[in-house]
């Protein structure tokens, strides 16, 4: 894993051992499956992790006492190659309900070979998050940050993969 940190963005990157399709699919659909279990800000613990596959649609978490938290909005779905979702987080960790002061998060897909896939991921416009930003962009650019988050991925997809 190779993870940049350069001014208002985070870039990371993986190598996958599962073919594109499952990649995307464990990423997307399968994602409650990988996310780190404490990396949510519901109060309770978390049931699933709910990736809505359509742009429009929404990312959300449950919790098992039936709450419900809403912090991403699916901004581009093309599978098998691309998706892009808000980050809808504020500094305070609680949901950011102004879309202007939200970052996102574009992830690509490249196939490598028929069983391998390289994931890209940019967390841009860490900025939008105001005064303090830096915080934001240092805590998910951390190795505690995306870099377990994509770990845990490519172990979950490779699993997928291997049936």
Known sequence: MNTQTAGTS??????VEAPIDKAFSVFTKDMGSWWPAGHHILQAELAEMVFEPRAG??????GVDGSECRWARVLAYEPPNRIVFSWDINLQWQVETDPAKASE???????EDERRTR???EH???DRHGPGWEQMRDAVGSPDGWGVGLGQ???????VAAG
């Open 57 to 62: 649609g929404a990312i959300v978490d449950r």
């Open 153 to 159: 991925f490519a172990e979950r997809a490779k699993k």
């Open 10 to 15: 985070v870039q990371t990157s993986i190598m």
């Open 105 to 111: 998060i574009e992830v690509r897909f490249i196939a």
């Open 119 to 121: 994931v890209e991921l």
């Open 124 to 126: 841009r416009h860490l």
